[in-house]
């Protein structure tokens, strides 16, 4: 079992950076990939970045890519996810969840409960 907590959202500029962090107990924290995700009010959840729990692989959706950058510490339990250069687009509630390497919500086992990210234009 693998428990997700997100913190690090709020209010911020277009053009500015925020940084979303997760923490997650459990023991096999380090055994499963992490992925970040987002939904906007009336849209479906979308994939946002994922790390791997080896080698730090990483990918990340079209749309952030060169803005965000996702991180872990396996020793700390934690992930994060860097944003810059924030759009009025990125807002909507993130979230993070462990699970299987890949940009499929349906491969991820744990979900945190969110964070609400907005960007004022």
């Known amino acids: 079992q693998v428990q997700l907590v997100e913190s690090g959202g709020g209010l911020v500029q277009a053009g500015g950076s925020l940084r979303l962090s997760c923490a997650a107990s459990?023991?096999?924290?380090?055994?499963?990939?992490m992925g970040w995700f987002r939904q906007a009010p009336g849209k479906e959840r979308e994939f946002v970045a994922a790390i791997s729990w080896t080698f730090g692989r990483t990918f990340y959706a079209d749309s952030v890519k060169g803005r965000f950058t996702i991180s872990r510490d396996n020793t700390a339990n934690t992930v994060l996810l860097q944003m810059n250069s924030l759009k009025a687009e990125d807002t909507a509630v993130y979230y993070c969840?462990?699970?299987?390497?890949?940009?499929?919500?349906?491969?991820?086992?744990?979900w945190g409960q969110g964070t609400q990210v907005t960007v004022s234009s």
């Open positions: 969840a462990a699970g299987v390497y890949s940009s499929s919500p349906d491969t991820y086992n744990y």
């Open positions: 459990g023991r096999t924290f380090s055994s499963y990939a």
